[in-house]
């Protein structure tokens, strides 16, 4: 079975600062996507980032950006510029590229953004 | 675009009784709705996975005679608690997924179930 583990249940970052969130996976399976999600203090959750494994180039998207690493199966999450926007819960997820695309989520790491 | 809605946002129950939860895809045909339960500072557990006009899979554990569901179009999905208690009390999060081309879920705003 697949599984997500991020270590960091809490950080914490300096406003304009750069912070770098952990993730690390599991599995057997040779297709499958990453993504980042985020957990305002609303609850509703949005996509942050994703990463099909296929791909070697990381993703990027605007402040975010990804560290994959697939033989050490790692998923960093970087957020450049932080903004007290950014200060949310923040959960990794695995997908399997076979399956109905049933999610599977770390524990979450709470960022918090200091001005 | 690939907006999700819920409702209600927020409901109370007397025990006992049950209670209807929707989620509409708004801009986007759903082929896989997805539904998370998520207790105070916990992550997602998925309960089950619908398909448009198919039987919903349920995950190890969780009671399909307690927890129905009906995807009865690619807009719209639906989690009926029935007889709820107040163990039953959490956040109740929904989730669609757009194609079969894309892996990624779009997921509502949420509902917070109260069983008093």
């Known amino acids: 079975a697949q599984t997500v583990t991020q270590s960091q249940p809490e950080m914490s970052v300096q406003e304009a600062e750069t912070v770098t969130l952990s993730c690390t996976y599991d599995?057997?399976?040779?297709?499958?996507?990453l993504f980042w999600y985020k957990q305002p203090p609303s609850r509703q959750m949005i996509l942050v980032i994703r990463?099909?494994?296929?791909?070697?180039q990381n993703a990027t998207e605007n402040r975010f950006s990804v560290n994959f690493q697939k033989a050490a199966k790692s998923f960093s999450l970087k957020i450049s510029d932080s903004q007290l926007g950014d200060a949310a819960m923040y959960f990794c997820?695995?997908?399997?590229?076979?399956?109905?695309?049933?999610?599977?989520f770390g524990k979450g790491t709470k960022l918090s953004v200091k001005p | 675009g690939a907006v999700v809605s819920q409702h209600p946002s927020w409901v109370i129950c007397k025990s006992g009784t049950s209670v209807k939860i929707e989620c509409r895809s708004l801009?986007?045909?759903?082929?896989?709705m997805f539904w998370y339960r998520q207790f105070p500072k916990q992550s997602l557990m998925l309960m089950a996975t619908?398909?448009?006009?198919?039987?919903?899979?349920?995950e190890q554990g969780v009671e399909k005679d307690k927890f129905l569901i009906n995807h009865a179009s690619l807009t719209l999905s639906t989690l009926t608690v029935t007889s709820a208690h107040p163990e039953d009390s959490s956040f109740y999060i929904c989730?669609?997924?757009?194609?079969?081309?894309?892996?990624?879920?779009?997921f509502g705003p949420g509902t917070r179930l109260t069983v008093t």
């Open positions: 990463q099909e494994a296929y791909k070697q």
């Open positions: 619908s398909n448009e006009g198919s039987k919903a899979t349920y």
């Open positions: 997820a695995y997908a399997s590229g076979g399956s109905q695309g049933n999610l599977i």
């Open positions: 989730s669609a997924r757009p194609g079969h081309q894309t892996y990624e879920q779009y």
């Open positions: 599995t057997s399976e040779s297709d499958y996507y």
């Open positions: 801009d986007f045909q759903a082929t896989t």
